[in-house]
């Protein structure tokens, strides 16, 4: 999963600029755009707990870009 987020913010670092300025829409783009690369790498649909997993990894992920622990 970690090779997936890495791939969806180095495709959209214009996104991940977007969130880390608090504008509208970024994190539902990126979001979207993980749980895409995690469907693609299971090669299935997620579940709801599997979506959420996705998201906190995500979120944990740019949060520590953020605080400049990346």
Known sequence: MDEGIDQ???A???Q???WLAHRAGAWG???GQAVLAE???LGRGLTES???VVWQA???RLSALRA???
């Open 8 to 10: 969806v913010l180095g």
């Open 12 to 14: 959209h670092p214009e």
């Open 16 to 18: 991940v600029e977007a």
């Open 29 to 31: 783009f990126l979001a």
């Open 39 to 41: 469907r693609r790498r």
């Open 50 to 52: 599997e979506r959420r």
């Open 58 to 60: 995500l979120w944990n």
């Open 68 to 70: 400049g622990d990346f």
